[in-house]
């Protein structure tokens, strides 16, 4: 019990901490647009059960540790390049963020522009959601997972810390899908977003490095420039109600 009283320990936790939520931020808007084409009763129950499912499937590779040092064994190589088990990974987490979101675009569009009457909407499975939301948060926590064994050697600290993220995505995840659900706009922008993720996600499975302070500050000036856009629709609408 002594190593609860070591300083190094708890800067680990939280460093550790701050890591798994930072980069769950990528979960959150993934979980928010997949939860988006539930029914509203449907909807937190996915979050909880695919978020539930998501810790198992994070600790299952934190606990597999002795199989994440080998990801980055080469398997073969393509275009001069060394590819590895986890850059496969990468690549097709990649492609399938792409292909989803441009997907999700489409029928955003699509349902934007059709007559509402007599037209029921596709609604997606709950099943279906909750699988896709375990199985992509694979992706996403992989290289989180990866550099947590780099950074401590001290498996609790690392199961602690992606119990802590995980909760923390439960309880403001429902907020973020609301929010974005309510602004149709946000709901592009966050799509979009995961457009430019799963494009430094294939970047990364090609060893080409984006580093991901540049992908976080495009999002947040984005999503500013949208926050302004947003107070002056509302300006105006007040000011027209006034007219």
């Given at each position: 019990?002594?190593?609860?009283?070591?300083?190094?320990?708890?800067?680990?936790?939280?460093?550790?901490?701050?890591?798994?939520?930072?980069?769950?931020?990528?979960n959150?808007?993934?979980?928010?647009?997949?939860?988006?084409?539930?029914?509203?009763?449907?909807?937190?129950?996915?979050?909880?059960?695919?978020?539930?499912?998501?810790?198992?499937?994070?600790?299952?590779?934190?606990?597999?540790?002795f199989?994440?040092?080998?990801?980055?064994?080469?398997?073969?190589?393509?275009?001069?390049?060394?590819?590895?088990?986890?850059?496969?990974?990468?690549?097709?987490?990649?492609?399938?963020?792409?292909?989803?979101?441009?997907?999700?675009?489409?029928?955003?569009?699509?349902?934007?522009?059709?007559?509402?009457?007599?037209?029921?909407?596709?609604?997606?499975?709950?099943?279906?959601?909750?699988?896709?939301?375990?199985?992509?948060?694979?992706?996403?926590?992989?290289?989180?997972?990866?550099?947590?064994?780099?950074?401590?050697?001290?498996?609790?600290?690392?199961?602690v810390?992606?119990?802590?993220?995980?909760?923390?995505?439960?309880?403001?995840?429902?907020?973020?899908?609301?929010?974005?659900?309510?602004?149709?706009?946000?709901?592009?922008?966050?799509?979009?977003?995961?457009?430019?993720?799963?494009?430094a996600?294939?970047?990364?499975?090609?060893?080409?490095?984006?580093?991901?302070?540049?992908?976080?500050?495009a999002?947040?000036?984005?999503?500013?420039?949208?926050?302004?856009?947003?107070?002056?629709?509302?300006?105006?609408?007040?000011?027209?109600?006034?007219?």
């Amino acid at each position: 019990m002594d190593w609860l009283l070591s300083p190094e320990v708890w800067i680990a936790l939280v460093t550790l901490t701050a890591l798994e939520i930072v980069l769950g931020i990528d979960n959150v808007i993934f979980i928010s647009v997949l939860t988006g084409r539930l029914p509203q009763h449907q909807q937190a129950s996915a979050r909880k059960v695919g978020l539930l499912l998501a810790m198992g499937t994070r600790l299952l590779l934190l606990f597999s540790l002795f199989w994440l040092t080998h990801l980055t064994a080469p398997l073969f190589t393509a275009f001069g390049e060394e590819i590895s088990l986890r850059d496969v990974v990468l690549i097709a987490g990649g492609l399938f963020l792409m292909a989803k979101s441009t997907l999700e675009i489409h029928h955003r569009i699509e349902d934007a522009g059709e007559p509402k009457h007599g037209v029921s909407v596709a609604v997606a499975s709950w099943a279906g959601v909750v699988v896709q939301i375990a199985i992509i948060d694979i992706v996403f926590s992989l290289d989180s997972v990866i550099t947590a064994i780099g950074m401590t050697d001290r498996v609790g600290v690392m199961a602690v810390a992606i119990v802590i993220a995980i909760l923390f995505m439960m309880a403001f995840a429902g907020l973020v899908s609301k929010y974005v659900d309510e602004h149709p706009t946000l709901k592009i922008l966050a799509l979009s977003f995961l457009i430019l993720i799963g494009i430094a996600l294939v970047a990364e499975g090609l060893d080409l490095h984006v580093p991901k302070g540049y992908i976080y500050f495009a999002m947040a000036y984005a999503l500013a420039v949208e926050m302004v856009n947003m107070r002056l629709r509302k300006a105006r609408a007040r000011a027209g109600g006034r007219d």
